[in-house]
């Protein structure tokens, strides 16, 4: 079946984004979030990209364009704690997180809590009533990032109930360090 963190990110996504609809891709990476948030927000929609790599934002605009949808999407080099530069408060629809490090990349080179959580904080704000955000957190292998994957959960345990639902997935039967996906939905 094949039922991993992705797997999961991309069903919780697909049930809830429509054509038309405003969506982030927070940690663009390789570009292929993104592009499978084009495919859902169709022609009508739209969907800003962000990674602080410049390579990534190359590749990630070069997927887009081959793809066809470069009229739809915006791909910045820039951190993800500052979209709210780029997009207005209650407007945005869904916002996808890979926390970790670039698939394929330098290790050295991955998220951190003093970034990911004010970015999560501001994802907070821009999402629409009824919004949707998928956090998929990768940690631990040989680099570690376990102080990430805590400081995140903690802090996704902190939001207020009345808010946001939040809903942390765990692979009970699998060894090494399964990456977790989390589900937010903010309250209408």
């Not at 979030?33 to 990209?49: K, Q």
């Not at 670039?102 to 290790?107: I, K, Q």
């Not at 003093?114 to 994802?123: F, L, R």
Request: hydrophobic fraction near 35%; charged fraction near 20%; include cysteine.
């Amino acid at each position: 079946m094949g039922l991993n963190t992705l797997w999961l990110a991309h069903k919780f996504v697909s049930e809830h984004v429509r054509p038309g609809d405003f969506c982030i891709d927070a940690t663009a990476g390789r570009g292929r979030d993104t592009a499978f948030l084009c495919e859902l927000v169709g022609e009508s929609g739209r969907v800003l990209a962000f990674d602080i790599q410049p390579d990534a934002v190359r590749q990630t605009r070069e997927l887009i364009q081959t793809r066809g949808f470069s009229d739809r999407t915006r791909v910045i080099l820039d951190s993800h704690a500052n979209m709210e530069v780029y997009a207005s408060p209650e407007s945005v629809d869904c916002i996808l997180f890979n926390f970790g490090w670039l698939p394929g990349g330098d290790h050295a080179i991955f998220t951190r809590p003093e970034s990911s959580i004010p970015a999560i904080e501001a994802g907070l704000r821009l999402l629409k009533p009824g919004g949707v955000m998928s956090l998929c957190i990768y940690y631990g292998g040989s680099s570690g990032y376990y102080g990430e994957r805590d400081a995140l959960l903690e802090y996704l345990s902190t939001l207020d109930s009345q808010k946001y639902t939040v809903i942390v997935h765990t692979f009970h039967n699998r060894t090494g360090d399964p990456p977790i996906p989390v589900e937010v939905y903010k309250e209408i």
